[in-house]
């Protein structure tokens, strides 16, 4: 993104500036005019403070007080990405995460596991595009090109290898199902179908193991959609 075109006229970060939103940090690899403009600009567009801190291989986010970090990916391989989200996310109180010059961001799909990244900005991005996606995300919302959730949901969405399963389901255990989606304990369970605790246990590791399932939860869900 050229900051200098587009911020040339704004002043960079002040010291007296009056704060109304969000905290901010920029996390860059270089501290330098270009990000001190950037930072100016979030200020004015957002009345906020935006701080900047460079990062280092020894970066930690004690001392960081900030709701959102925006992470400037210039120079970042994916490995030293995802063991910086991976620190990000261990700390206390850890921010929102906004990825910036993002060169590939089909590459770097991974940090959509990541709870706290927010939005990711592709390198190509212009300033006033930016602002308007921070903003958004200020706002509580997310933002991430198009092209990634889909490689995402591509990769990562599967059907569930037991949704044909339902057929192979005795008639005592689709009761046991049924009554599992009601939130039933195994003794409730039990006390219905007039049978011991073990037997019910006994059926649902049959259960489990025909649908695919690992646990209450698993198996819950797959019976409201498949019963």
């Keep these: 993104m050229n900051l200098h075109k587009e911020y040339a006229r704004l002043k960079v970060v002040s010291q007296d500036h009056v704060c109304k939103g969000p905290a901010v940090t920029f996390l860059t690899s270089s501290v330098n005019l270009q990000s ?65 010059n993002v060169d590939d961001p089909n590459e770097f799909d991974f940090v959509l596991h990541w709870e706290k990244v927010l939005g990711l900005m592709p390198a190509k991005c ?26 995402f949901l591509r990769q990562h969405r599967r059907p569930k290898r037991w949704m044909d399963s339902s057929a192979n389901l005795t008639q005592r255990e689709r009761q046991i199902l049924e009554l599992i989606c009601e939130c039933r304990t195994n003794a409730d369970i039990a006390e219905v179908l007039c049978v011991s605790e073990h037997t019910v246990k006994s059926h649902l590791y049959k259960v489990y193991k025909k649908i695919g399932c690992k646990n209450r939860l698993e198996a819950s869900s797959w019976a409201s959609q498949n019963l």
């Design 126 to 151: 212009e300033p006033g595009v930016i602002m308007e996606r921070l903003g958004k995300i200020f706002l509580g919302e997310y933002w991430f090109p198009r092209d990634v959730l889909h490689n």
């Design 36 to 100: 001190s403009i950037f930072a100016g600009h979030i200020e004015e567009e957002f009345k906020t403070r935006c701080s900047i801190v460079q990062r280092v291989p020894s970066f930690s986010l004690d001392g960081v007080k900030a709701d959102y970090l925006l992470l400037d990916c210039i120079g970042l391989f994916k490995a030293d990405l995802d063991q910086l989200l991976r620190d990000i996310h261990a700390s206390t109180n850890s921010p929102g995460i906004i990825l910036l």
